[in-house]
């Protein structure tokens, strides 16, 4: 997109460039030290004992025989815990004392020379258990009378949300249309290539060093303080290179603490790594859900109301999984423009594994209900299904009725595009699929809304000419059994912070040495996520240096300053901003030098190709502060030099800080700007469905986000197709089953990922609508990939076979079972 | 010495507190990572080939065995040098090509999967040469027609120094009496414990990383860029931890450059660590000089004029050792007040080992020469030694004919101390020997000074008594052949940094996170002398705070801001002014925070104990912007916490760059002043002289300097007693003998130090004098420990033999010939 408001001075800026990783060459080679690789002189290993039932009083620990296993260093319980409970409820702790609540409370845990060792002990510990009855529902666990799990809180029901705009009665008398369903979420694991691991040593201060593969090291500094009892000012965290996070990092867990009590017991550095069971078993997954929407549209098809109600199983112990209704509630209440809403979420314990955050945080769930009732609405006022959507769109330099405040918005952009990209087809065959010719026209954009617009029904066949351009990996099916059909979903995502704490800061040092050389110390945090290579793009073209000059440390609480954390999409933006600051201030000493070096005034320079140029020749000769002749520019680290080699000197450092200008959202109303500035996007599915083996291909996935300016277009499209993949994977294959509190899938085996080679083709379309706030427009874009794939391809499901999936993710044996549904339905 | 001026304003202040080092603990538990201790995955390592010959032409060099022997990696010779010179004189290659002009000049370079392997791979490589004639004396190498050891130099002069003030005719016309004598001055090690290490390491970029020992990490920065032909932004440097420097490291040596070429060539990280034979034989060394000094005083005692004039042997390649002479013109024009000073130096070419900075640079040769001097002119006057040299001492707040401008003085205050501690003699037996009785009254101060103040004649007998004190160490001895002595010297030193460079600045971070811990990211760096413990008081003073809540950074260049490097007795002063301006800054957003929140005006606060304290109750009760009622005090914690938890928030982090108000010196006239503040002591030997086995025992050596303000007395002391024990050896052990260019005793069984079973019982007394510029009064200490010691003791051995030595070490056999040949001059 175009952009006359760019605010960019530099005619061949580094902004916009497609820029490798930085980090990608040590990846690639092996050189990369990940949490892993960390080996410390005299390091001991942890392993930890899980439960053998899902709620249970502990009777008795036997840890005699496995502390008699030679190289066995140390052994654990309950016992070794401070007296403090932690996490986000304050309902844990790192072993588990009395009672046992999921098959994931850790009992006991053994420190030996070698992981094997500490395994073989753990096998010798006896534990007496008296199983007590267990809660593995939502519905079973709010029954009256039902077991508690934990007794002290009387419920367990946790917490409860409830957000109202508008009036719902109003909303429904105002409705032409009206729709409702109900749907079931599963549980889904963060699946991190690498497993969860941490490496702690005690100084002989009795301060803490933790290697930590978290996503908030000054967080993690204040929860590991409650949970260990030794003040936060005792504790340095640093992260290691981190083989993916996804949300996973964004709280304390027990094995943190465990390493340290661990390394306190030996007085030794431990290393404690998760099995990839353990990390099925007890990392955090995105949390189930029952919910039910009812939503309506009036006659000229705008949205009249929505309401929403879920209940959520957050497990034995409550993580930030209990904090996602925040999340699910924005989409529901502020995607689109609808004037009534009402929303309802309860948190609800169980003897199930715990839930935490995952990539996304509650929007790919809310955006799939949210989106697919879209779809029944537009269906109901058979309206094109895009433009039903343009039509309900928000819109830039608005307020939602929920307090968000729109500042650049290309949502219809991005849907219009999208809208596009479904009627053109894919051209070239350079996806995961060949080209694929796009169906008959679907969509006459710019056209007046009207119940006609929509083109084409549900169910219409594939053309016969497609699956010859499939290519091998091409299954031989019999067209009249394989359907195609396309589907469309949008997304609201915050893209300028979320102020879910009191401070959505990040500091930035940016230093340059006396050759141009740059340092850029941020507070912010490289989880894979590709910040450092975008922090440095910002950094290089304030000071007119390559991405190679610089330097960016991000890694230590005891260098970096103070920020937040790796969450909500937000460090671009953020961090972003604290880097533009402190570059900016930098480039000003820069300036402030070279002008007096080269007799002109600091505004008629510019940094870039490594020198400080004058940009206005005039007054240059006649000045007598020049002590050069007519100079027409000079390298960085010369004007270093020059400012720092003589007397009274100083060197180039600059400072910048950026929070930004966002609100908590009330207590009690939930209303009120939380970011910043909002991303959002839409994706157009095309999938082929096997009506035999119910089997869902998609063929394509167009997506479209309003990025506000892509700083690194590479990067973002890395971003939106990893998104996408975990959106794909959301939507047809991942699912964590859990039964009888039980993990049954623990492995990549039967937990199944979209790999590279499940891939269809993506088709990314960066819409650029320069944000006022954001670093040169920039905004957060690491979730948007994601959020809408489930429902886009839901919709586009329907649009083949004409069945309305309500359950994720969308198996085989569920397309199945729906298909006969249907059959049995209409015969 | 209670100084009414005291700038503290905290009553129980961590300023003046015996405070351990802060790296003491992981010293002494091994925990600690020297440069040998790094470890990179797959690291190699290399050796070096040194020349056969001291001076001759390389013919050929075969290295084909040495490259076939299994587990070699990679062979480099003068081939892979980069095409530049480096070095203090651009006279250096890291190997040599065409001809080698010393016996540590560097032929080739192996590098191999372990050590043993490099080194059995140098026996295989075959080099022959052609001997050239070898000029080993500064005298021969000056004689028309000597052999030119870099031939296009034209001349084996490599530089002169010629300083003058006043007019010599005119101080010889005013003498009363004028000494002269001439001196010999050896060869001396660094002799630090860790052996010169590096460890280099290029990244994907092609930037390098190298793991030094170094004491100027930002030059370093910059001289590998010249010897290696990259660009200084391209070279990280990061210090270990370092097993002893003493000025071994301020300059670029070509293992440094070696090093990176063979990491470059063989794709790996290298490591390059020297043998204790290799540190004696191509690590640089305290230079040699012949040195002729005239000196004479008034009738009155008064001083009148100085004229020195030496020749130095700087070796084969220029580095520091040539820029002695700056330092040696410093005591010969400045040290006590001399209206008429001439001096010369000439720094020639040989064919000997390299010279360089040794602790002191310059000035254990100077203050022994001119010392010695002042003993005679004493003598020739008739006058008591302390009484003499109180008369000349500087004073405070002038400026002498150098430029040198003195603030804080306590010289007369160091004279008088150690003087009243000879009239005293020590009381205690707690040093290396028992507590040794005063010799008979020596010093009635505060008399004018007379030809008649001397009591005590050269030569007088130790008493009787004395031997039975001494313990078990003790020889039997024939009291009529051990004679007792007295002797003092002074020192004049930088104290307030040293502009050698056009900066003399280092920065400083200082962070605060929102539990109180700090961090302080200085420039400078710890290579033992404690500046971290040093530094952390003063941050610690400043915010109210422990040492052990502050973790000190300053390892890294890419972390650190800019420093100059450790040289000069400069850290406490320069580093401490950086770091209390960074951690006033920090201070003053505490206490805006604070106010805000305590209602009350920041002027009000004080920051100790970890809290803001209200220190004037006024006015806040009646304060509306008060939120807590009547508070007294808050933690920092808090106040962190309150300003950045908050919309618009911020945190708690400050900035500090100090250079200090001084001048590079004129470079013709070589005045100016140098250093913004100067430190003196002085220092008493008693020493026992055995004229029969012609040994030397120091009994006593009292040490009194005026430090400004100790903010650590334990580290000053420390540094005094660690600067006295390289003096000690300086005066009678230690000598790197060298012959026709072989260092003959490269080992510590031949180069004798001072042990700890070696060292006399050392008398410190801190004179607090509250320098106006230095943090909290302090001024740089490092130095003056050494540099009068083997003056003093001399001196000394004067008192009890009558022999004036001018030849370092005073070894037994000197002294016996020193005694023949006054035995046979009497006889």
Redesign the interface.
Known sequence: MNNPKSKIQNPKSIIGQRIPKLDA??KV?G?MTYGHDVTL?GMLHGRILYSRYPHARVLNIDTSRAGQLPGVKGVLTAADNPPTKFGYGKDNTPFKRDNVRSLRDEIAGVVATDPDIAEEALALIEVEYEPLPPVFTVTDALTPGAPLIHPERKSNLFNSFDYNHGDLETGEAESEVVVEASYRLPYVNAAAMETSVVVAQF???GHLTMWSVTQIP?LL??DL?EALGI????I?IIQTAIGGAFGRGLDIYPFEPIAALMSRKTGKPVRLAFSRHEEFTAGPARQPAQVTIRAGADKNGKLTFRDVSMVLDIGAYVSWGSVTPLVMMETAASLYEVPHVHFKADCVYTNNPVTGAVRGYGNPQSTFFTETIMDRLAEALRMDQAQFRILNSNRPNTETPQGLIITSCGLKECLETVAAAADKGSADGAGGVGGIPPLSPRHTLGMKPNKGGSIGAPGQESNGTSTERLGSRQLTMDNDKVKRGIGFASTLNVGGGA?I???D?C?A?V?M?????V?L?TGSSEIGQGSETVLAQIVADVLGVQV??I?V?NSD???K??DVGVHASRTTFIAGNAAHIAAKEARAQLFETAAEILGVEPDQLIARNGKIEVIADKATEDNPKSKIQNPKSISL?KVARSR????????I?G?G?Y?P????VDKDTYKGNISATYGFGSQMAEVEVDTETGIVRVLRLACANDVGRAINPMAVEGQIEGGAQMGLGYALTEELIVKDGQVLNPDFRLYRLFTAADMPKIETFLIETDDPEGPFGAKGVCEMGGTPTAAAIANAIYDAVGIRMTELPMTPERILAALDKKQKESA
């Open positions: 060459p040590d080679t050189r002189p100084d002989h201060r000054f500094q204040r303080s003040p936060g000012s005792q340095r102020r704490y009191r401070s800061g500091g040092t230093k040495d006396d050759f141009g050389h340092t110390i190679s000059d330097t440390l609480t005891d260098v300053p103070w680290g720092h080699f003589r007397e009274g000197g100083q060197v450092i400072e800080w929070d200008p966002t609100k908590l």
